[in-house]
């Protein structure tokens, strides 16, 4: 978010949190973990700018918009493809003890388990290799080809919406879920066409770190998010995991920073190891860089990619994106990953100049446009996103509009839909996802979790179906 942000503080009277221990391996009979936090929460999250409950410094908010999730996809725009992967309806969600409740010297949750992409992890801690029909291995999951994505060998578009909610209330000691977390829940956004989902995760509540209450943190923590994964893949979504909230010098991560401290390769190495044979999750490095006090500047992009001790206008060590992409890949996860670039994701100028090594080539960019991002004349889409089209494609993982109605008309998202859906110079049509999918959080596109449109609701979902 950024930091002349607009979002109104949500203030609301009770919180009720249904968050216990973990589900017992193997069982995810309640895929939410009885996590569902109701959302009229009186615990809003601390945020950088004083704004809602999951607002950092400004406009965090990112819906996309995505298709039917049992439509035919031929156009590009389909739900998650038959490639040999058995994620689909008979998907048991069961998960076995692989995943450790012990922290590691570092930080970590101990893990040496994996996710098998039917959800389980296979008896040795280790992932199942996913083969297809004939007892072959399937083709790769999720993947960037120039400035297209793939599943296997299908073009897709990830359409969709952002999930606020489990980057503040672990830290809260209020949850893990803002909201319902549940089947009911996913069912809602299919009438939207809706195909994937971004969840902002909490680097303190899945390491373990800073004091988060057990039922919040660690195991308990991971548990509930592989819970929500597995839903969303047995239901034809793309789940995309974002590390939203981080620690500031050492304290405890209740908001955004400029960039990732020292865990954030701890945090990368844990989730990567858990979902790397879940190969149609997304992984999003870090939310919304703005390092240099939010400057479009050398030193800011230097810090961007390799972080270190004087990054400018950031008081603690900084891990780059560089080091992050690269404990994911030594992790053994070949999974897509997106990078934001500076100014809170909006700027890409010199985002191909600075652009991480990648042994498996498989990178797209974030990219997060609101209506006060500054575009003028001379700044325009345009010109932020044909550069980095000529070569790879950019998931819009969070845009949005005015913050209350009428002002939130959908006027603004419309204007940056219809130029990712038809980007001109022969570039195919790209990925967006909208903020947010939440009735707490500003600006929102639903008013209950039954999917009932508000604000830019209405023109976003009416721009959904018709792709």
Known sequence: MRPNSRWCVVLLATMVSACGSASP???????????????????????????????????????????????DSDSGNGAISDSGSDTGSELDGARDSGLGSGSGPDGSSGQDGAMGQDGNVAADGGAREDTGADGGVAAPGVHAAGNQIYDGDKIIRLLGVNRPGSEYECIQSA????????????????????????????????????????????????????????????????????LHWTEDAGAAAKGQQPMPDANGTAFWTSVATLFKSQNKVIFDLFNEPFPDDNMDAA????????????????????????????????????????LGGLEYSNDLSQWLAYEPSDPAGNLAVSWHVYDNSNYTSNHTLSADAAPVLAKLPIVATEIGDAVTPPACDGKYITEVMDYLDAPGNGVPAQSYLAWSWSTDNMPRIISDYTGTPECDGATFKAHLLAQ
């Open 175 to 242: 949850g893990i879920f803002d909201g319902p977390s549940d089947q009911a829940s996913i069912a809602a956004m299919l009438p939207w066409h809706i195909n994937s989902v971004r969840i902002p995760l909490n680097e303190d509540c899945w390491l373990s770190r800073n004091g988060v209450p057990a039922a919040y943190a660690g195991a308990n923590y991971q548990n509930a998010i592989a819970a929500y994964v597995t839903l969303l893949l047995g239901n034809g979504m793309y789940p995309i995991l974002d």
């Open 299 to 338: 030193a800011a992009w230097q810090c961007w990619k390799s972080g270190g001790s004087s990054c400018p206008g950031v008081g603690y060590t900084v891990v780059g994106m560089q080091a992050m992409l690269t404990a994911v890949r030594n992790a053994g996860a070949g999974n897509l990953v997106v």
């Open 25 to 71: 391996p193997g069982d995810l009979g309640s895929p939410d973990s009885g996590n569902d936090a109701n959302s009229d929460s009186g615990n809003d999250a601390s945020s950088d700018s004083g704004n809602d409950a999951s607002s950092d410094s400004g406009n965090d908010a990112s819906s996309g918009s995505g298709n039917d999730a049992s439509s």
